[in-house]
């Protein structure tokens, strides 16, 4: 069936440096593939997302990238910042149906 | 305009109770998904409307989990007999549907704790 794999599982970096977090996913007829950013206690929400005909996409510090082929897609965060800590959370789906979640990143900045 | 919501944020219950717990998506999006979070893990999906109907209930875990959309806007979520398995945040998202691009946007979803 469907499924999203995710690494790390958590991953701690110096304040100022660059985290990425992989993901890959089964399904070839996926075209849409969100990330989300889920604080304690609080709902997921849209951080990025990339649709399955662009390579790349960036918005200040979070790119995402694509590689269709190998069925791998990458949260790219630089710069990172105390608010930047949280669990992300990777996911793929075609268009309006389910979203197939990863397990989640639990991203700690160290001051 | 107002986001997704739902009530209550959370339920206490005993094992072997009836509970409903409701979703209102945000206006104009005519698809619904329920999901079910456990803590440390992601969001597991549900079901899913479109309209009125479910276009995706293969997510529900068993007949005890049942959900209604009947004017195509609010949703309720019924779970029969809960057992203590059933406790974990329930989010309700929603999305401009086959017209839309795909982004969900999620409630602040419903505590349920099954003792």
């Known amino acids: 069936g469907e499924n999203v794999e995710q690494h790390p599982s958590t991953l701690s970096v110096q304040e100022g440096d660059s985290a990425v977090i992989k993901c890959t996913y089964s399904d070839s007829a996926s075209n849409y593939f969100p990330w989300y950013k889920q604080e304690l206690g609080k709902r997921p929400q849209l951080i990025i997302d990339i649709r399955s005909n662009v390579g790349e996409k960036k918005d200040q510090r979070i790119a995402v990238t694509l590689n269709k082929t190998a069925k791998h897609f990458s949260l790219h965060i630089t710069e990172t910042q105390p608010e930047d800590s949280a669990v992300y959370f990777c996911?793929?789906?075609?268009?309006?149906?389910?979203?197939?979640f990863g397990s989640g990143t639990r991203l700690s900045i160290r001051p | 305009g107002a986001g997704v919501s739902q009530t209550p944020s959370n339920k206490v219950t005993e094992k072997g109770k009836y509970v409903e717990l409701r979703c209102d998506p945000i206006?104009?999006?005519?698809?619904l998904y329920w999901y079910r979070q456990s803590l440390g893990q992601g969001p597991e999906f549900l079901i899913y409307?479109?309209?009125?109907?479910?276009?995706?209930d293969s997510g529900l875990p068993n007949d005890r989990f049942f959900a209604v959309r009947p004017e195509g806007s609010v949703s309720t979520l019924k779970i029969q007999r809960t057992e203590r398995g059933d406790s974990a945040v329930y989010l309700c998202?929603?999305?401009?549907?086959?017209?839309?691009?795909?982004?969900?946007?999620f409630g602040p979803g419903t505590r349920l704790t099954v003792l």
């Open positions: 206006s104009g999006h005519t698809a």
């Open positions: 409307f479109q309209g009125t109907g479910a276009a995706d």
């Open positions: 996911a793929a789906t075609r268009g309006a149906s389910k979203i197939i």
């Open positions: 998202a929603s999305s401009l549907g086959l017209a839309g691009r795909g982004e969900q946007f």
